[in-house]
């Protein structure tokens, strides 16, 4: 049977549980970079580096560890006549079918070698055609998140949120393993109170919150609490600036202009009247359009 497995937000203490896990199994593993093991060398020759290769494996069986995913093919699971089976520690499956299994239940049912080749070597050819456009539009949004990616020093703890700051992130930020600390928050209302909970989950001194503009803009009376953090708390906010709602764009919608909330909007009278520093990430729209556009031909 063609199986994934499609690892969620994790444990820290899960971890050497489920990298074993998937060395015995010897199938393909999608970690989103909540699960601590998207940038995992032992896992390296296993992990699946796009996201639309899920929909091309011809997966019979998926295996679902940790918490709920935020990917698209997991939505997409709902509609697809695929087996699904959860590990979590969480007690309901985030799906409208499969049983919810600890997490210490799991056994390993290994794959031959070199069953899933082509699939990898696919997924291989893909990233190195999307960094090679990235490479030509520096100036594009998932180039400077990639280049993000690549300043943010090790050990730092990463704030994601909302939708597109985490897609982004998943699709094209780096897969060395710098030992970041990775959180995120999506949802049906996960645009409100993003800074809030950055602020709150701040620790140390290595602390960085990516979000979008609107993101921002909902939650613009957050830095409030930046006096009453612990005296040894740094952090850096960055706030991708697009101009609004550009996730839409990637959307088939007929009138645009009703939900994308376009704005000409700066954050730096924002940070001033706060006290506090702002990097904004100003991609220019028609790099960012080439990129999606060529990304897209590469599926065709």
């Known amino acids: 049977m063609s199986e994934l497995i499609l690892i969620g937000g994790l444990a820290p203490r899960h ?11 010897n199938r393909p593993v999608y970690a989103e970079p909540l699960s601590g093991l998207r940038e995992d060398v032992q896992l390296d020759h296993l992990l699946v580096r ?41 007690p309901f499956p985030g799906l409208t079918r499969g049983d919810v299994h600890p997490i210490e239940e799991l056994t390993a049912r290994p794959a ?7 699939f990898f070597e696919c997924d291989r050819k893909k990233t190195a055609e999307l960094q090679r456009i990235l490479d030509q539009e520096p100036a594009s949004e998932l180039a400077m998140v990639r280049a993000l990616s690549l300043q943010i020093p090790p050990s730092a703890r990463i704030y994601l949120g909302n939708s597109l700051p985490i897609r ?6 780096t897969r060395e393993q710098k030992d970041f600390t990775i ?11 993003q800074l809030s909970t950055f602020f709150g989950w701040c620790r140390g001194a290595n602390n960085w919150c990516i979000v979008g503009d609107l993101t921002a803009i909902y939650d613009m009376n957050a830095p409030w609490i930046v006096p009453q953090l612990e005296p040894e708390v740094r952090f850096q906010l960055v706030i991708i600036n697009n101009e609004g709602g550009k996730i839409f ?14 704005h000409n909007f700066h954050f730096d009278s924002w940070a001033k009247m706060w006290s506090i520093e702002v990097t904004e990430l100003r991609p220019d729209p028609e790099a960012t359009r080439r990129v999606w ?5 590469l599926w065709a």
Not at 60 to 71: A, D, K, M, N, Q
Not at 168 to 173: K, Q, T
Request: aromatic share 8%.
């Open 15 to 25: 971890r050497d549980r489920i990298r074993d896990f998937c060395l015995r199994s």
């Open 50 to 90: 796009n996201e639309r290769m899920l929909a091309r494996g011809g997966f019979e069986s998926v295996i679902r560890i940790g918490r709920v995913p935020t990917l698209r093919f997991w939505r997409d699971l709902d509609s697809l006549p695929i087996n699904v089976t959860h590990y979590s520690d969480l």
């Open 112 to 118: 031959e070698a070199g069953r899933y080749t082509d």
């Open 168 to 173: 982004e992130w998943d699709l094209v930020a």
């Open 183 to 193: 959180e995120a928050n999506r949802g049906a209302n996960g645009i409100d109170g």
């Open 249 to 262: 764009r990637r959307l088939p919608l007929r009138r645009l202009e009703l939900i994308e909330n376009a």
């Open 293 to 297: 556009q060529r990304y897209d031909e």
